[in-house]
């Protein structure tokens, strides 16, 4: 139901934009997010939208870097991130939460994509 995609090998400095399209349900009235995970680590929360996209948050290391979007009309969010850095290395995966309101916690997410894979090397 959700399908992310658009990670990749990039140098410290460099940008990506990943995509996540969602299919198969409607996520009208949801807030959507991104999180991302390292191996060992827990999955840590990126940014997150609201349904209209008015109210975005983000996690303080990633602030100013990277840019949550979607797009209601095509059912798709977006993550743009610019000046990379190898610390951002983790596989990404995008999430829908039965509510407007963006949150972080990991756990008020419903549903979650299969995650794609972001490599920053130095």
């Known amino acids: 139901q959700l399908q992310a995609s658009g990670g990749g090998l990039v140098q410290a400095g460099g940008s990506l934009r990943l995509s996540c399209a969602a299919s198969?349900?409607?996520?009208?009235?949801?807030?959507m997010g991104w999180f991302r995970q390292v191996p060992g680590k827990e999955r840590e929360f990126v940014a997150s939208i609201s349904w209209i996209g008015g109210t975005t948050y983000y996690a303080d290391s990633v602030k100013g870097r990277f840019t949550i979007s979607r797009d209601n009309i095509e059912n798709m969010l977006y993550l743009q991130m610019y000046s990379l850095k190898p610390e951002d290395t983790a596989v990404y995966y995008c999430?829908?939460?039965?509510?407007?309101?963006?949150?972080?916690?990991?756990?008020?997410?419903?549903?979650w994509g299969q995650g794609t894979l972001v490599t920053v090397s130095s």
């Open positions: 198969g349900r409607t996520f009208s009235g949801y807030a």
């Open positions: 999430a829908a939460r039965r509510s407007n309101t963006p949150y972080y916690a990991v756990t008020s997410y419903d549903y």
